[in-house]
């Protein structure tokens, strides 16, 4: 056995450098290009964090490219659809996933993470990983306004004549949530609620991020948001002034999803980052960052979310309307306020 023993140290020990080696595999890239829009890549939005425990943990760069709100980004992927630099996309929701599917812009992929995510907020062939939800509500200025409206059909009274931001639906995710909140509600009566309440809107803005700093700096008492925007208030300025409206028509759900994109050159650092995304350090960021909940099981929140009020009643559309709709529901949308 003795003359033997040399030879099979040495095998163990190519075996064992070999072993090293593959756990130290180069990644495909060293670097990925990540398409999303403006809030989430700004000083205090999630991006910035996210990308740093992402190179640390992977070696793998994140460069965020953000063509404005995720209208604008989805926009974006379909113009560049035959020579696209984005690797993943992130903000696109369950309002514009039809959209996106019929375009073919993302390839499936099933994270092993999505173990942790309730199955109510999954998109159709995880297309796209769900990252964060919430509802959208009017968002409500209590030192501006003494008597915010009461409920969906409260918006048209005249006495909140131009009171009111909202957010194209052409290009913003909110605009089109509420002009799909709106349909929910009104059906037939759809273009006779928007021809109401236009006189009431100050302003429509392109994007969330535009709209909602018209409304803190005073323009408007009344802004279209998410259930989850008044405890950004609570956290980092310490009032209550800003509450969100629950109405009893019931409330309308964003899910908010990330996808690899279908002609990624870099799959696995790809994968790798859609990974990331629901993992529990990232995770962990999204509530005092993009002021959503987080779609992981488990994950704390601050206690500054007792001011995000749950509603009553949900309306949600299940599937989303397809992009062929949307445009008819966009066409009568135009058609009302422009009478």
């Given at each position: 056995?003795?003359?033997?023993?040399?030879?099979?140290?040495?095998?163990?020990?190519?075996?064992?450098?070999?072993?090293?080696?593959?756990?130290?595999?180069?990644?495909?890239?060293?670097?990925?290009?990540?398409?999303?829009?403006d809030s989430f890549i700004s000083e205090w939005g999630p991006g910035p964090e996210i990308a740093k425990q992402f190179t640390e943990q992977s070696g793998i760069t994140v460069n965020y490219v953000a063509?404005?709100?995720?209208?604008?980004?989805?926009?974006?992927?379909?113009?560049?659809?035959?020579?696209?630099?984005?690797?993943?996309?992130?903000?696109?929701?369950?309002?514009?996933?039809?959209?996106?599917?019929?375009?073919?812009?993302?390839?499936?992929?099933?994270?092993?993470?999505?173990?942790?995510?309730?199955?109510?907020?999954?998109?159709?062939?995880?297309?796209?990983?769900?990252?964060?939800?919430?509802?959208?509500?009017?968002?409500?200025?209590?030192?501006?306004?003494?008597?915010?409206?009461?409920?969906?059909?409260?918006?048209?009274?005249?006495?909140?004549?131009?009171?009111?931001?909202?957010?194209?639906?052409?290009?913003?995710?909110?605009?089109?949530?509420?002009?799909?909140?709106?349909?929910?509600?009104?059906?037939?009566?759809?273009?006779?609620?928007?021809?109401?309440?236009?006189?009431?809107?100050?302003?429509?803005?392109?994007?969330?991020?535009?709209?909602?700093?018209?409304?803190?700096?005073?323009?408007?008492?009344?802004?279209?948001?998410?259930?989850?925007?008044?405890?950004?208030?609570?956290?980092?300025?310490?009032?209550?002034?800003?509450?969100?409206?629950?109405?009893?028509?019931?409330?309308?759900?964003?899910?908010?999803?990330a996808g690899v994109v279908a002609g990624t050159k870099h799959r696995k650092a790809a994968e790798a980052f859609i990974d990331f995304l629901i993992s529990e350090d990232a995770q962990a960021v999204i509530?005092?960052?993009?002021?959503?909940?987080?779609?992981?099981?488990?994950?704390?929140?601050?206690?500054?979310?007792?001011?995000?009020?749950?509603?009553?009643?949900?309306?949600?559309?299940?599937?989303?309307?397809?992009?062929?709709?949307?445009?008819?529901?966009?066409?009568?949308?135009?058609?009302?306020?422009?009478?």
């Open positions: 056995m003795k003359r033997y023993l040399p030879l099979l140290l040495a095998v163990i020990g190519v075996i064992f450098i070999a072993t090293i080696m593959v756990g130290r595999t180069k990644p495909e890239t060293d670097g990925i290009t990540v398409y999303t829009y063509p404005g709100d995720a209208g604008q980004t989805l926009q974006r992927l379909i113009n560049e659809k035959e020579a696209s630099v984005a690797d993943v996309a992130i903000g696109i929701d369950n309002n514009l996933f039809p959209k996106a599917e019929e375009e073919g812009i993302f390839r499936s992929y099933t994270s092993p993470e999505l173990k942790k995510v309730d199955s109510s907020l999954r998109f159709e062939d995880d297309l796209l990983t769900p990252y964060d939800y919430s509802d959208f509500a009017f968002i409500w200025d209590s030192q501006a306004l003494e008597n915010p409206p009461q409920s969906f059909a409260d918006l048209t009274d005249p006495r909140f004549k131009e009171k009111i931001i909202i957010m194209d639906p052409r290009t913003s995710t909110p605009g089109l949530g509420l002009l799909l909140w709106s349909e929910k509600i009104y059906g037939d009566k759809l273009f006779d609620f928007w021809k109401a309440f236009a006189p009431n809107i100050l302003t429509v803005s392109s994007s969330w991020d535009t709209g909602y700093g018209l409304f803190t700096s005073g323009e408007a008492p009344l802004v279209i948001s998410y259930t989850t925007s008044p405890p950004y208030h609570l956290e980092y300025e310490g009032t209550e002034r800003y509450k969100a409206l629950i109405f009893p028509e019931g409330h309308y759900m964003q899910i908010e999803g509530p005092l960052t993009n002021w959503m909940y987080p779609v992981r099981e488990g994950t704390p929140l601050p206690d500054s979310f007792r001011l995000a009020p749950k509603p009553d009643k949900q309306l949600q559309i299940n599937p989303a309307p397809d992009g062929k709709t949307v445009d008819t529901l966009i066409e009568l949308w135009t058609k009302a306020l422009l009478q």
